[in-house]
């Protein structure tokens, strides 16, 4: 079935510029009208060999820096304002691979649209053979004043390391209450980036996101202030549809110390966000707004995953591991 949704926001009802409505040309594009990219996955690859001696792009997955050139993105090594991610190639060990970037999409647009969370903007964009590749907006530079900020990801803020943690170390060397910890000791505005950061966990828990580890969160200060923040949200994905996971249900794990509903049921269910909410000293009434809020978002969810580029299977997939999600966290 073709989709007409534009393919930064997945609006239907919106006059359309090379498949981009007017806000995301301005948001995402900085007002100018991108071209479909004029090369293909396979001269991606090559480009990507050539420059990775100079990129400093972190992650396992393949990506290159983008830059403007008129209304052609061009690769570039350096001060690259955008990346992006093609379809991955098949190694053996990612499954359903070719929804890899439609499912990355479509779960930065439930943060951003439907969440309220701050969150990168992104897109999908073609490759000359019409193949799509995610993109995203690199969110630590000042566009008007051409400066990059000072940003720093929680394995750096507490000095985790391989060497003094193990080749694990992005998740099995503390939890998501050690990095609330860290918010509340180096935020200034921290009552509110800790219930931000609480929205971000229960969303990356309702989306099955298994690789919500230490490097996917950080502070940053912009260029004109010494006081730190947190980023927007970034590298959001379903894993579940992708990798087979065995073990837990979270990138780290939630607490200090698994609690007995935990230890009965094998998952984090209720209780065990309501005593993260006290931990990380968030308001009863926020907390209890935003349970409201997952339940009563539902729908607005479930039209998103209708929206998006992902294959039939992968939206029902999306959908139902969504629900079981929902029920294990209903009180």
């Known amino acids: 079935m ?51 001696a ?21 690769p570039t090594a350096t001060n690259g304002k955008y990346i992006l991610k093609p379809i991955p190639s098949d190694n053996g060990h990612i499954q359903n691979e070719k929804d ?10 439930i943060s951003k649209n439907i969440f309220n969370i701050p969150t990168a903007n ?9 193949e799509f590749a995610y993109i995203t907006k690199r969110f630590d530079y000042d566009e008007n004043l051409g400066l990059k900020y000072d940003q720093e990801d929680f394995a750096g803020i507490m000095g985790i ?3 003094s943690h193990g080749e694990n170390y992005k998740y099995d060397a503390c939890s998501y209450l050690d990095c609330a910890r860290m918010i509340k000791k180096y935020v200034a505005s921290s009552v509110v980036s800790i219930e931000d950061f609480f929205k971000r966990i229960i ?7 298994g690789d919500a580890h230490i490097k996917n969160f950080s502070l940053y200060s912009k260029a004109d202030s010494n006081e730190y923040f947190l980023t927007p949200n970034y590298d959001l994905l379903n894993t ?20 007995t509903t935990y230890e009965k049921y094998g998952y984090y269910t209720y209780d065990d966000f ?3 909410a006290k931990y990380i000293d968030l308001p009863e009434v926020r907390f209890n707004k935003i349970m409201k809020f997952i339940e009563d978002s539902y729908p607005k969810v479930e039209e998103l995953i209708n929206k998006s580029f992902l294959s039939e299977r992968a939206k029902e997939f999306y959908k139902s591991s969504y629900q079981d999600r929902m029920k294990r966290i209903k009180y």
């Open 100 to 109: 890899i970037v439609a499912n990355e999409h479509l779960s930065m647009l």
């Open 240 to 259: 579940r549809f992708h990798i087979n996971e065995k073990y837990g249900d979270m990138a780290l794990d939630l607490l200090d110390d698994y609690t």
């Open 203 to 209: 969303l990356n828990y309702l989306i099955c996101n």
């Open 161 to 163: 390391t391989p060497s």
């Open 2 to 52: 073709e989709n007409n949704s534009c393919l930064g926001c997945l609006s239907t009802n919106k006059k359309l510029k090379n498949n981009y409505c007017s806000k995301c040309i301005k948001e995402l594009f900085s007002g100018i009208t991108p071209n479909p990219l004029n090369f293909n996955k396979v001269e991606f690859t090559k480009k990507r060999a050539e420059l990775s």
């Open 54 to 74: 100079r990129m400093s792009i972190s992650g396992v997955q393949d990506k290159i820096f983008l830059t403007f050139e008129k209304k052609d993105l061009i």
């Open 122 to 130: 992104c897109g999908l964009i073609q490759f000359s053979d019409k």
């Open 274 to 276: 309501k005593i993260f």
